[in-house]
């Protein structure tokens, strides 16, 4: 027994003794390589590097490039995570379009810091509040902040000349007649003016054609006559946009070759019930019928084969996107990004890089392109004498102010005689 145990404990020093050994020389071997590495590191302790996210206007666009933006993904009631319909393509040519500009979106587009004067020409895909509910926000905000030109409008058509774009930007118009008279000369209103270019919602048909670059329309089939979708095609690329629509011949058509498709995916049918409130009967109708389910979405994009196929307008959340994602993939096998507000993507013929923007919460005006015109006080409506007669006096408060920008401005600024 003894002489097994001493076996034994001989036999288990002498293994011992070999791993031992073997690991001094190993991690002598290693010791060197370590020492070795660690002369010359393979990112800089200082230097700047690539970052996975957008961070705007730190980038220069290349001049083949498109980069767009997801201004709003989500559904028709507003919510923080997700303002409704809106993309913002920027081309490598420094021209930006924005296509459709959903409830919410104006916020995401100033998040972006780019100058309003920039942001002057809308693409409306059909006149549901959700595709053009913050276009009054542009009209107001854009002008307000430097868009000293008309905001350009292109828009379909309705069946009825009171169902078409013009006429709802005519509305829109008149409803701001207040807020119009109360900045005339006060502030430059140069912006406050459109340019509506309506179109009849049954041709496909280029709707625009600058600068090389093609905007075309074609139509869709969605809630009633008169909803369409675009592609947009510069310098070899093709952008696809479609607003809202069931799966049609015309987007499998325009769509052709396309570098990114986007189109439309609504929540599942079970998540109409549970979320939207909607009655069986309702979700069926809507979310299959009206809209693009996941599943047909995925057959259309099986048919399109874009490069890259985008899908949206759906409550992206932990318990949607799963689901959304695996009826999409029991028809479509391709390269997909299932969109959320703030996604990018950078187009070119080399590749398509898709990211997430980083922005400022508290970001302020975007810088002005242009200087604003001074304004001629003769210009202001004023007040009646009985609004008049209420004002308090403050002049011994508020001279002041003007004495001080006199003084750090070099120019005389009198205090205004009532
Ligand atoms: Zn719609
Ligand atoms: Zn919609």
Redesign the pocket.
């Known amino acids: 027994m003894n002489s097994s145990v001493s076996k034994m404990a001989w036999g288990n020093v002498s293994g011992v003794v070999l791993i031992v050994l073997g690991l001094a020389a190993l991690g002598v071997h290693f010791a060197v390589d370590a020492q070795e590495d660690r002369g010359q590191p393979l990112i800089s302790p200082t230097d700047a590097r690539d970052r996975d996210f957008y961070a705007p206007n730190s980038e220069t666009l290349d001049p083949d490039e498109i980069r767009i933006i997801a201004c709003g993904t989500g559904m ?1 009631t507003p919510r923080p995570a997700q303002a ?2 809106c993309f913002l393509m920027e081309l490598g040519n420094g021209e930006k379009f924005i296509f459709d500009i959903g409830d919410g979106s104006v916020e995401r587009l100033f998040a972006l810091g780019i100058p309003t004067a920039f942001l002057d020409k809308v693409f409306i895909g059909h006149l ?1 509040g ?2 053009f509910g913050d276009i009054g926000s542009l009209f107001v905000a854009g002008g307000i902040a430097g868009r000293f030109s008309p905001l350009r409008i292109w828009g379909p058509s309705g069946a009825t000349p009171e169902l078409g774009t013009a006429a709802a930007i005519d509305a829109m118009e008149k409803m701001f007649a207040w807020d119009l008279a109360g900045r005339l000369g006060q502030t430059d209103v140069r912006g406050f003016t459109t340019e509506v270019h309506e179109f009849d919602y049954r041709k496909e048909q280029i709707v625009y054609e600058e600068n090389g670059v093609v905007i075309r329309s074609f139509p869709a089939i969605h809630a009633i006559d008169g909803s369409v979708s675009y592609s947009l095609e510069w310098n070899g690329l093709k952008i696809v946009f479609g607003s ?1 629509t069931f799966p049609n011949k015309w987007f499998i058509r325009n769509a052709k070759n396309a570098d990114l498709a986007i189109h ?1 995916c609504f929540i599942a049918v079970p998540d109409m019930m549970s979320k939207f409130r909607s009655t069986p009967e309702a979700a069926l109708q809507v979310g299959t019928q009206i809209h693009t389910a996941p599943e047909a979405f995925g057959k259309v994009m099986s048919m399109v084969k874009p490069r890259h196929a985008v899908a949206y ?1 759906f409550w992206k959340d932990t318990d949607t996107t799963g689901p959304v994602l695996e009826s999409i993939r029991t028809t479509y096998g391709g390269p997909l990004s299932l969109a959320q507000d703030y996604m990018v993507w950078n187009v070119s013929k080399e590749g398509i890089r898709e990211r997430m923007t980083i922005f400022d919460e508290h970001s302020v005006n975007p810088p002005l392109a242009y200087p604003a015109m001074p304004v001629s006080p003769d210009e202001r409506v004023g007040y009646s004498p009985e609004i008049e007669a209420g004002r308090l006096d403050m002049r011994d408060v508020l001279e002041p102010i003007y004495k001080k920008a006199s003084e750090k401005l070099g120019r005389d600024f009198p205090y205004p005689e009532n």
């Open positions: 028709p409704a319909a549901h959700d595709h809202d439309e307008h």
